[in-house]
């Protein structure tokens, strides 16, 4: 199972970033994935999720409005379209899908590595 986040930096207030995360080593289009993020000091959050299908989304209050949720089964990829970035944005965002099915069954707890986003002027 490999989960490989991309599209972080650097950018300003109000700036806009989207994130990828590839997916591969399971059947993507069965599993729901989720963004979290977690900030120095912070303990990790949840940010976005979405269902297998996509078509149920959630988000923190924190993003609500400025934050979309995306996926592309054909592609195996989710996206997260972040638009009027805040400093308090400010975070390792993570790639994580709570349950995949492989070959041999099902494993739980799959993050990515993390991609770094920083929102400063």
């Known amino acids: 199972v490999q989960l490989v986040e991309s599209g972080g930096g650097l950018v300003q207030p109000g700036g806009s970033l989207r994130l990828s995360c590839i997916a591969s080593g399971f059947t993507f289009s069965n599993t729901a994935m989720s963004w979290y993020r977690q900030a120095p000091g912070k303990e990790r959050e949840l940010v976005a999720g979405i269902t297998d299908t996509g078509s149920i989304t959630n988000y923190a209050d924190s993003v609500k409005g400025r934050f979309t949720v995306s996926r592309d089964n054909a592609k195996n990829v989710v996206h997260l379209q972040m638009n009027s970035l805040k400093p308090e944005d400010t975070a390792v965002y993570y790639c994580?899908?709570?349950?995949?099915?492989?070959?041999?069954?099902?494993?739980?707890?799959?993050w990515g590595q993390g991609t770094q986003v920083t929102v400063s002027s």
């Open positions: 994580y899908a709570p349950r995949v099915q492989v070959d041999i069954g099902w494993l739980y707890d799959n």
